[in-house]
């Protein structure tokens, strides 16, 4: 077998790819204010976490991890409709994205 | 007729209360009141002639009529029971007898009044609650009847509940009477403790023993009589707790005549002739029970000879002849006390019904300056009180002539006997006699002859054209009362007032006598007789008393006493006959024949006469030394109930606002502001997870 790229790729490689997307998107979820974006920042979020988890499925040469991600990608849909669906509302709503405008909660 | 009908009598007025108040739900039956609670009322007098042959003979465990087991909590055993001895006989004639005539007479006087049928359902309970009050075979039981006339006393009362002043007089009946209460309820409850009972037969022969027996008093002998007599003093309106009768005058004048005069403040002077041993017991008990009721007679006479309104008058009066009573009992003389007990109740009655007569005739007018002569407008009532008046002032051969002159009599002889006291209230109750002639007649003169002249009332529409058969309303003219349902009881009461002296004079001694009430004789202890003073010298003259028993061993020196050269009896008769004559005569000079004089002394004494006039200021002294310290001590409780216990709660109600208060501003209400807080929570999470893993 000869030896690609990918071979000389460690697990660590994985884990820190995985954790640089969970990051921006920590940071994008932070800073930005449309709500979209932040949603898709979520999004990014879950990617890094899968990425990781696919790595550890790798590494222990089993299934489980992958299995996992399969759910949280079906879940990851489903929510994205919903939420994506909600956003519309909120839109209606307040013809702005912006979500510094919900802010009820204020103490 | 069978005996055991006599456990009825209390429960019929009682179902007859039930039954106007059924009476009160729709207009059209509230007539019916009237006569279900005179019914009510007359049944059981009916079963009282019935069953009194049998009743008065009932002898040991008999005299015990038991309805049901009240209460039991392991040996304290109450029964719903009733005693039934001749005391018990003579009290319920006095209440369903009097009781009934006033009730009929009540049902013309509260024709068409607002509240006929409440009116008549407080009757019915009230004659419930002290026919329980006076057959009661335990104190329990007496005392469920003592607070139960005292609440009718408060209902009856403020029956006019429009008027303030009925409100206020309710009000104050009821405080005071709760005073003269607790020290009756702390009384049973000491009486528990020593006798292991409250039975009235196992109390009454156990003291009785102890008397006999001349067993020195332990510290809760000497107490229970105080305690018990402070109930007496509040009930029967005795000083120090008397202000509250005159003020009573506020409700109906039937209420006045059956509860305030008749019946329930004589409660106190059948209770302390009830345990009269027990009071025996203590050695200052009586002579203080005769001390306040002599100076209480001489007070209340002053207070009525300047009083102008027509029931205060009466009142003062009552409470009076009350003292008398008191100092009937004090004296040893239990059966002066009842006997006064029986004969006032049929003049006091009469004369606060023909009182109220005249009340009705002239549209609620009590003042005595607004009214003169009245005698051709009201020929009936005139003579009717007339009756009433001689009575009330002693005329010789009436009823109070009788029953007055035994108890002076008696505490006469106590006098003699060496006690310097009964010699002051015997001379004090001499006195009081001349002054209840007087402004007894002081009144009826005033009221009846004379000039004619009245002022109408500014009560209209006070039972106006309501069927006396007279075709003018109130307003115009004072008219005669109709015979049915007003002047046939009142005439069944003067009969009484001017004959009951007379007839029952020997059968009252004889039921006194077989009763519990009759006092206990001690060996003579002459030695002590001395050194004991009011003790010794009490049982000395109880059996003196005993008019056939010369051969009495107690009686120390074997005679009888002498007054000019008479028996004591016979010469205070001829006496206070003198006195009451004198009263009499006077009062008519002065208040019939000779009026600008009276004005002309009246006004030369001015002082006095204010004095008088404001009841010596007792009220002002009760409101200035008891009311307002009372209510300042309840203004600094309600001050400081405002500032510290409620400062310190709602101290305590800001802490939590506090802490809320100092996380608040972390309550950003922005979505990145609670994600940031998540990262650094979850991050700070993740430090110390990876800090104790490795």
């Known amino acids: 077998m000869p030896e690609t790229v990918m071979d000389s790729l460690t697990l660590s490689h994985f884990l820190l790819t995985g954790a640089v997307l969970f990051c921006l998107g920590l940071i994008g979820f932070i800073t930005r204010r449309n709500l979209i974006i932040m949603f898709l920042c979520t999004e990014m979020m879950f990617q890094g976490v899968a990425v990781s988890l696919v790595a550890f499925s790798r590494f222990h040469l089993n299934d489980t991890g992958q299995t996992f991600v399969i759910f949280v990608l079906t879940i990851a849909a489903a929510e994205a409709a919903l939420a994506l669906g909600l956003v519309v509302l909120l839109f209606r709503r307040k013809r702005t994205l912006d979500s510094l405008v919900w802010s009820q909660l204020s103490g | 007729m069978p005996i055991e009908l006599i456990k009825l009598i209390p429960w019929i007025p009682l179902l007859g209360a039930v ?93 068409g009044e607002r509240g006929y049928a409440r009116f008549f359902m407080g009757v019915s309970l009230f004659i419930f609650a002290m026919t329980t009050l006076v057959m009661a075979d335990n104190l329990v039981l007496l005392y469920l009847g003592w607070e139960g006339v005292g609440l009718c006393s408060y209902l009856l009362i403020g029956y006019y509940y429009d008027k303030p002043e009925a409100v206020a007089a309710a009000k104050k009946a009821f405080i005071v009477n709760r005073i003269g209460d607790l020290g009756f309820a702390l009384g049973i409850f000491l009486t528990y403790m020593t006798y292991k009972s409250v ?29 018990l007599m402070l109930g007496a003093f509040g009930k029967s309106a005795q000083i120090p707790l008397y202000v509250w009768l005159p003020d009573a005058m506020a409700g109906p004048t039937p209420v006045s005549a059956l509860v305030h005069a008749a019946t329930m403040v004589t409660a106190g002077v059948y209770m302390i002739a009830r345990l009269i041993p027990v009071f025996q017991l203590s050695p200052y008990a009586l002579p203080t029970v005769a001390a306040v009721g ?15 309104d027509l029931k205060k008058v009466f009142a003062y009066s009552t409470v009076s002849q009350l003292g008398y009573m008191f100092l009937g009992v004090g004296a040893l003389s239990t059966f002066g006390g009842i006997f006064h007990l029986f004969t006032h109740a049929f003049f006091k009655a009469l004369l606060f019904l023909t009182a109220g007569s005249v009340m009705h005739a002239l549209a609620g007018q009590l003042d005595l300056r607004a009214m003169s002569g009245l005698r051709h407008k009201m020929p009936v009532t005139c003579w009717l009180m007339f009756a009433g008046c001689l009575a009330l002032a002693g005329f010789p051969f009436t009823a109070g ?6 108890i002076l009599a008696e505490t006469l002889i106590v006098g003699m006997e060496g006690s310097t006291l009964f010699y002051f209230l015997a001379i004090l109750g001499l006195l009081t006699a001349f002054l209840t002639a007087f402004y007894t007649f002081r009144l009826w003169f005033r009221v009846f002859m004379g000039p004619e002249h009245y002022e109408m009332g500014d009560e209209h529409g006070h039972g106006d054209d309501d069927g006396h058969g007279d075709d003018h309303g109130h307003a115009h003219e004072p008219h005669e009362m109709p015979w049915w349902p007003m002047n046939a009881p009142l005439a069944i009461l003067a009969v009484g007032a001017i004959f009951a002296g007379m007839f029952f004079h020997t059968w009252m001694h004889e039921s006194i006598d077989a009763s519990t009430a009759h006092p206990i004789a001690v060996p003579a202890v002459d030695s002590h007789a001395q050194a004991e003073p009011a003790y010794s010298i009490i049982q000395v003259a109880s059996d003196a008393e005993g008019h056939g028993n010369e051969a009495d061993a107690a009686h120390a020196d074997g005679h009888h006493h002498t007054l000019l050269g008479m028996d004591v009896h016979l ?102 502001g609670y994600g940031l807080g998540m990262v650094f929570g979850v991050a700070v999470a993740a430090l110390l997870v990876f800090k104790w893993a490795f």
């Open chain 2, 19 to 111: 039954l106007c108040g059924i009476c009160c739900m729709k207009p059209a039956w509230r007539k019916a009141a009237g006569p279900i609670s005179v019914l009510s009322i007359f049944i059981p007098f009916l079963i009282t002639c019935g069953v009194y042959s049998t009743a008065s003979g009932l002898v040991g465990d008999d005299k015990l009529q038991t309805v049901y087991q009240w209460m039991g909590v392991g040996g304290f055993k109450v029964n719903m029971g009733y005693f039934v001895d001749p005391l018990t006989m003579i009290m319920l004639f006095v209440i369903t007898g009097i009781g009934s005539l006033i009730a009929t007479y009540a049902m013309g006087y509260m024709k």
């Open chain 2, 401 to 406: 002539f009788f029953s007055k002159d035994t």
């Open chain 2, 571 to 672: 010469a205070m008769q001829i006496i206070s006959a003198f006195i009451a004559l004198a009263g009499i005569g006077l009062a008519a000079y002065f208040h019939w024949l000779n009026r600008p004089l009276t004005d002309q002394i009246a006004k030369k004494f001015g002082v006095v006469v204010e004095v008088l006039y404001n009841k010596y200021y007792v009220d002002e002294l009760y409101d200035a030394v008891i009311v307002k310290p009372l209510r300042m001590l309840g203004h600094g409780f309600y001050l400081f109930d405002q500032f510290v216990i409620n400062g310190l709660v709602i101290t305590v109600g800001y802490l939590p606002r506090l802490a809320g208060w100092s996380v608040q501003p972390t309550q950003s209400g922005k979505m990145q």
């Open chain 2, 199 to 227: 039975s009235l037969s196992a109390v009454t022969t156990q003291a009785s023993e102890f008397v006999a027996n001349g067993i020195d008093p332990t510290s809760a002998d000497l107490w229970i009589p105080f305690l």
């Open chain 2, 294 to 308: 002599g100076v209480t007679a001489l007070l209340a006479g002053t207070i009525a000879l300047c009083q102008y």
